[in-house]
């Protein structure tokens, strides 16, 4: 199975061309990760009803605060065992890779157990109307279930892309795909389980997911490789490293989440229409997203061993070419998306309001894309030096500053859907504008942070 070890050399030679072999198949994992919920919303909206599908519309902000939150937390795994690998210091790297998983059990078990005591609280906080809340807390309860299993594909995923493997993950997720799809169209059509059911059948993929990388991670040769009797043994150091770039990066990626609960709330008191609506803009939409997240951590992982290696002009180039490849790929995206949006809502929808409220979503989000583009990439860099918390909490501030006011002002004000949906692109504006200065506030200090410490090594 040759097609399953495909590590990169990012150390020497080219950049582009590696970059885009690592960051397609990890945009294509993102997407597919998508699927469970797109396979969720369509098949809920064509067998079940529309109060179904804003179930699980309302829920997105919900599971995306948790998951983007466990992203975040192993994008620091993917940054210690990079650098260890650039260092060549493999028996480092292996006592993270241990650290890794133990860590990824732990998160996931306490995510679920605190998601499954606070379901109801959730369901009043964001104001579901009374006839989705039932189906809205039934599919929560079911989803977080399968909590533990995300977090040890996520966390595995990191380890793994961490040597230029983007591939294994992707395989492992285009079966557990398929899994929740053929699951979703029988617990609906043949044993009549309903949103329930499907939420389950997504909790078992993912289930199916984990348990490929964790097999795979077990036979493979090297400092990667997965040892039974090691799996809870947790090194202090690596651990320290982690968590010191992984929850400033998981604070990051959950903001957006956070600042879309307050948005999905306004999106509740606008009606059952407008949250089909939104769910199914936001299925099509953050396809998008996985493709700039995927080029994203391309730069992390690369600009992490580069650094690790001690070749600081290199990760500059990592970054320039990143951005040229994620705002090119970005703006094509983002035309074709819209071009074809109400093609591509019709698959979730026969409604004309709901596919024309979804338009209005898909034109104040999906185009100004090319932003989030802007975003990522230097956040994603200065990640990969080691440098977290301060690009988060510009990110945390900003945008949920500005996103907060807005609907409580603006929005309050004037209480439509596009109103409301003009947030996305001014948010993404302010905040690039800042995390601009400080990159190249951080670029001049980079040279003496490395002389300091060298000296220290």
Not at 239 to 256: D, E, N, T
């Amino acid at each position: 199975m040759a097609f399953f070890s495909k590590n990169i050399d990012m150390l020497n030679g080219t950049i582009w061309d590696k970059m885009v072999v690592f960051a397609i198949p990890l945009a294509l994992t993102g997407v597919l990760q998508q699927l469970y919920n797109l396979a969720d919303v369509a098949v809920l909206g064509h067998f079940v009803s529309n109060e179904a599908v804003a179930a699980v519309g309302t829920n997105v902000p919900i599971v995306g605060l948790i998951v983007a939150f466990c992203i975040g937390l192993s994008i620091g795994a993917n940054v210690v065992v990079a650098r260890y690998l650039g260092m060549r210091k493999y028996d480092d790297a292996s006592k993270a890779v241990h650290t890794a998983f133990a860590t990824a059990v732990i998160f996931g078990v306490i995510a679920m157990v605190i998601g499954e005591l606070c379901s109801s609280i959730l369901m009043v906080w964001m104001q579901v109307p009374p006839n989705v809340v039932r189906h809205s807390e039934i599919y929560l309860q079911m989803y977080l279930l399968g909590m533990p299993f995300i977090s040890i594909y996520n966390f595995l995923s990191a380890v793994m892309r961490s040597q230029g493997d983007t591939q294994t993950p992707l395989w492992a997720l285009c079966i557990a795909s398929v899994f929740n799809a053929l699951g979703d169209l029988f617990v609906v059509t043949v044993v009549d389980w309903g949103i329930g059911g499907v939420a389950l059948m997504t909790a078992l993929a993912n289930l199916l997911a984990s348990g490929i990388l964790v097999y795979r991670l077990m036979r493979t040769d090297g400092p990667l490789r997965l040892y039974p009797k090691r799996l809870f043994k947790m090194d202090k150091k690596a651990l320290r490293s982690m968590i010191k770039i992984g929850w400033p990066a998981g604070l990051q990626s959950s903001v957006f989440s956070l600042s879309n609960l307050i948005i999905q709330s306004a999106i509740n008191s606008l009606g059952a229409d407008v949250m089909a609506a939104s769910v199914a803009a936001f299925t099509i939409e953050i396809n998008c997203y996985c493709v700039i997240n995927g080029f994203g951590l391309a730069a992390t992982t690369f600009i992490s061993q580069n650094y690790g290696a001690g070749n600081l002009e290199r990760c500059k180039r990592i970054t320039r070419v990143n951005m040229a490849l994620n705002i090119g790929i970005t703006v094509v995206l983002s035309v074709l998306i819209y071009g074809f949006g109400r093609y591509l809502l019709g698959f979730f929808t026969q409604s004309e309001e709901i596919i024309s409220l979804g338009m209005i979503r898909l034109l104040w989000v999906v185009i100004p894309e090319p932003l989030n583009s802007v975003m990522e990439v230097l956040s994603d860099s200065m990640r990969g030096y080691g440098y977290s918390l301060p690009p988060a909490i510009i990110t945390v501030v900003v945008i949920c500053t500005i996103r907060i006011v807005w609907v409580y002002s603006v929005f309050a004000a004037k209480p439509t859907y596009e109103i409301l949906m003009m947030v996305y692109p001014l948010s993404w504006l302010v905040t690039s504008i800042c995390l601009t200065f400080l990159y190249f506030r951080f670029m001049k200090q980079l040279p003496a942070k490395r002389c300091r410490t060298a000296v220290k090594k």
